[in-house]
């Protein structure tokens, strides 16, 4: 939550007003400079994380499921439906919508986009947390778990951006397609079809339906 918010401040609070790309672009090179900064303090060398989450696997039926995936599986699901209620129930969750979708709007109907952008990097900080403990809990953590930064982007635009509960939806046909292309087509690309299918699927909602599967269309009146 302190990280979260010291990024809020010292990043993101001087683009308040800005367009959506110029946001966008600092993310990446947020991600970037944070990996770099890692290996400043701790090197690149890999290193054992905690086995947080319990290991092995538990039947159910014919199939054999793995336990730390299986608990991170429940554990998205309950966290987009909680995040879903949050942003559509409550006061502060629409004030959050409201910010995400123009900060000048939101300014002229008196919500502090300020507080708002701060809320919604602590919960963001605490999602990718519990991201980190599902994906990471008893492996080898090195610099290459960054790349999942990158592949969360074709995952929200799949989804929607501005739906949450599009968000398990995507991942899980991405992650099968992943799967697919890895067995099939890996083998006659050397590897590369499975790196490049959610950046190429990320392209093909750009170009069909840039709102995503579950995002709102807009309407403009001129």
Not at 51 to 78: D, E, H, Q, Y
Not at 95 to 112: D, K, Q
Not at 149 to 177: C, H, M, N, T, Y
């Amino acid at each position: 939550m302190a990280l979260g918010l010291l990024l809020e401040r010292l990043v993101f609070r001087p683009l308040i007003g800005q367009h959506a790309f110029a946001i966008f672009m600092a993310s990446i090179a947020l991600l970037v400079t944070l990996r770099g900064v890692a290996q400043l303090i701790w090197s690149a060398e890999t290193r054992p994380f905690p086995a947080i989450l319990p290991s092995g696997a538990v039947s159910l039926g014919p199939f054999l499921l793995n336990k730390r995936l299986l608990i991170g599986a429940i554990l998205t699901v309950l966290l987009a439906l909680a995040l879903h209620l949050f942003l559509t129930r409550t006061r502060q969750g629409l004030r959050l919508a409201a910010v995400a979708e123009s900060h000048n709007t939101a300014l002229s109907l008196g919500v502090s986009v300020r507080a708002a952008i701060a809320i919604a990097w602590v919960l963001g900080t605490v999602v990718a947390t519990l991201g980190a403990i599902v994906l990471l809990s008893g492996r080898i953590l090195s610099l290459d778990v960054a790349e999942i930064g990158f592949k969360a982007l074709p995952v929200a635009l799949l989804g929607g951006l501005e739906s949450v509960r599009g968000a398990p939806l995507a991942g899980l046909l991405i992650g099968i397609g992943e799967q697919l292309a890895m067995s099939y087509l890996d083998p006659l690309t050397n590897g590369v079809a499975s790196n490049v299918l959610p950046f190429g699927v990320m392209i093909a909602v750009l170009l069909i339906r840039p709102q995503g599967l579950f995002g709102w269309k807009k309407i403009e009146r001129l």
